[in-house]
């Protein structure tokens, strides 16, 4: 029933409800801090004859008030009413103007529906680029836009989100495509094949390594009878082989391989009306290429192509033996659907952008070695790593349309991060054992194996990262408080959940830095270099909302911004990207501290001293680096209290209000 104001209230008021309480006199910071009795005002005298007028502010407290159980159901009742009446004229007037329930619900969401993801605005966020007219979409899934709400939430301003503007151009290419392609020795070539398989290795099924070795020898000795696709094949793999093989540009072309990537994108000179598994090849071997030079929307498109043209010819469902009797060949097509799928689905994610096919029209069965007999076998090895990657990409896609889905979801969303995080538990118990990694065997594990969990971290982080972003709001909000009273305030699922995303970028950072110490981290590779940059965000939140190891976080968090400036000198793309998010971050985290220092009478300035005292030097100099997994992080009594709770959980408030928000969907571009 709506509530009618001029009407008289038969029972007692909403205010004589609330038990009374007596005012208690609240001292300024400076007459507390000098433990003298405050008389009071604006400024107080004791103040005045200080002159430090300036200093005489007072904290903010948050009164606990006793109130009645049908006074709470009450507000509860009314403002349910409320919102169910602003919904209904809501609905009416989108009607009356012609436009489609299913609008007028996405229009209706509340900003404080616990169901909504507290990074979401009410509309898409777009960025104006002078190269088009049209705005670039800025998903909120992608790890600049998290650092972006970092920043927002850090400064409370207004802040321009910073622009993808470190790749190479299209002129570029399209120069390099014009003139002659060099023609490596065919000893060189084979180091280069060499080193593009190896790097596919247990990653992604693109090709089959018998045929490649194949075609290499007619490319060099019968090139009349290799053909135009066949060619662009070997093209795309010199580019990876190159890339992968160096550590730091070239003079020639400033990129390896970027003269190989542009002789071998004449593949898509001509439309094909009638696909080939050769097209679909070059595609994902250049979808990984561009990632690496961060071309991401060149790789999604890459990735979308390859999809779409395996739908066309069917290889999302299983293909009949009276068709196909070859099993060698049938089983290279379903791993080549596979991994169209894969790279569709993480060049998706990380541009934040939608998949080309949903699971439910796929039919196809997993890769599998069952039928392959003989020297066939070994192009189709570690059908356990690529079926696991398949289910994650699987487990990641429906988290982010769960968790990052603008769509009005009925369940909340901290249970939507529970159901989530409960996939992603299941998916990692049922790892084989030679897949596991702990904390003894993790730097002995293959490369492929560490990228699998690396993505697995990344996964975790994206499902978590929301509410760590809410616990540094708090954090912020309760300045004044000491830790043990924020503390309180902060529920148990969200700091178990801050928690969890926390150990899960100390991982993914402690697996990168032993992998560059061994040597095998690779300078031009877009995936570790994102998976170090997202560590890189958490550990600096970590070291802002305390805890025992924070000032540790805080060294890991500046050594991981290091190793990017090393990168980005040696001329990784991506890294010069990033780079340029970590130092924004790092000013205006310089500048949180700062205001936090000046208003929490030192807090912050005696955390900061004690917090190296607290780990002894010959930890780090006599024992070796030992760090949590993310199998460990998830079996944490807290978080396995959280994934086992079955009942309703409580809201995330929206922490970001419409005045934050309007500002960040259209940022300057020319304030750069």
Not at 15 to 23: D, F, N, R, V
Not at 89 to 113: F, H, K, L, M, Y
Not at 450 to 467: D, E, G, K
Not at 498 to 515: D, N, Q
Request: overall charge negative.
């Amino acid at each position: 029933m709506p509530i009618d104001q001029s009407a008289p209230s038969s029972g007692p008021s909403r205010a004589s409800q609330l038990i009374p309480s007596k005012m208690k006199p609240v001292a300024c910071r400076k007459c507390h801090a000098r433990k003298v009795r405050c008389p009071g005002g604006q400024p107080c005298r004791g103040c005045v004859q200080l002159s430090c007028e300036a200093e005489c502010t007072y904290p903010k407290r948050d009164r606990q008030i006793k109130v009645s159980q049908s006074y709470v159901e009450g507000l509860l009742r009314e403002n349910q009413e409320l919102r169910n009446k602003s919904r209904q004229n809501q609905v009416e007037v989108v009607v009356e103007r012609g436009v489609g329930a299913d609008e007028a619900q996405t229009d209706t969401q509340s900003p404080n529906d616990p169901s909504r993801n507290p990074l979401l605005g009410e509309q898409p966020w777009f960025l104006p680029i002078k190269s088009s007219s049209i705005p670039i979409l800025i998903g909120e899934v992608a790890d600049a836009a998290f650092a972006t709400r970092f920043r927002q939430l850090l400064s409370g301003k207004i802040l321009n989100h910073i622009p993808r503007i470190s790749y190479p151009g299209n002129d570029l290419i399209s120069e390099l495509a014009k003139t002659e392609c060099p023609r490596p020795t065919h000893t060189h070539a084979q180091f280069l094949i060499r080193v593009a398989l190896k790097s596919l290795n247990g990653c992604f099924h693109i090709v089959r390594n018998s045929r490649v070795w194949e075609l290499l020898e007619r490319f060099f000795h019968a090139p009349q009878l290799v053909d135009q696709l066949s060619e662009c094949k070997i093209l795309a793999l010199l580019a990876l082989g190159e890339l992968y093989s160096s550590r730091c540009q070239t003079q020639e072309t400033r990129t390896p391989g970027l003269v190989y990537f542009s002789h071998a994108s004449r593949a898509y000179g001509l439309l094909q009306e009638r696909p080939c598994i050769d097209l679909v090849e070059i595609s994902l071997l250049l979808c990984l290429y561009a990632l690496c030079i961060n071309r991401r929307h060149s790789a999604y498109f890459l990735a979308s192509s390859a999809v779409r043209h395996c739908v066309v010819m069917g290889l999302h469902l299983n293909l009949p033996d009276a068709q196909l009797q070859d099993p060698g060949t049938k089983e290279h097509l379903t791993r080549i659907w596979w991994t169209a799928y894969v790279m569709d689905h993480t060049s998706a994610s990380i541009s934040s952008q939608m998949v080309s096919i949903p699971d439910d029209e796929i039919f196809v069965d997993e890769p599998s070695t069952a039928k392959i007999m003989g020297m066939r076998q070994s192009d189709f090895e570690h059908t356990e790593w690529i079926t696991a990657r398949i289910h994650l990409a699987r487990l990641t896609r429906k988290m982010i349309k769960s968790v990052y889905g603008r769509s009005q979801e009925k369940v909340s969303f901290l249970q939507r991060v529970q159901h989530a995080l409960r996939d992603l538990k299941q998916w990692l118990d049922k790892l084989p054992d030679n897949t596991q990694m702990d904390s003894e065997s993790s730097y002995s594990k293959p490369a492929a194996v560490q990228s699998l969990h690396l993505a697995f971290n990344q996964s975790m982080i994206l499902a978590t990262r929301p509410v760590l972003l809410h616990m540094l709001q708090m954090h912020k909000e309760s300045n004044g408080d000491t830790p043990a009273t924020t503390d309180q305030l902060i529920s148990s699922n969200v700091q178990a959940l801050a928690e969890a995303c926390i150990r899960c970028a100390r991982h993914s950072y402690a697996t990168i830095v032993e992998s560059w110490i061994e040597g095998s981290f690779r300078t031009f590779d877009y995936f570790n270099t994102q998976y170090l940059f997202s560590a890189a965000t958490i550990l600096a939140i970590s070291s802002l909302v305390g805890g025992s190891e924070s000032s540790k976080d805080r060294e890991s968090s500046d050594f991981a911004g290091q190793l990017l400036e090393k990168l980005r000198d040696s001329g990784s793309f991506s890294a010069t990207e990033f780079c340029r998010h970590i130092d924004a971050m790092k000013t205006d985290i310089h500048g949180f501290l700062s205001d936090v220092q000046s208003s929490m009478e030192n807090v912050v300035e005696s955390d900061i001293a004690a917090a190296p005292e607290e780990t002894s030097q010959p930890d780090t100099t006599i024992q070796p680096p030992q760090f949590m997994t993310s199998g460990m992080a998830l079996a944490e009594p807290s978080l396995e209290a959280f994934l086992q709770n079955e009942q309703n959980l409580p809201q995330v408030d929206f922490f970001l209000d419409d005045a934050q928000l309007r500002g960040l969907y259209w940022p300057s571009y020319d304030a750069l």
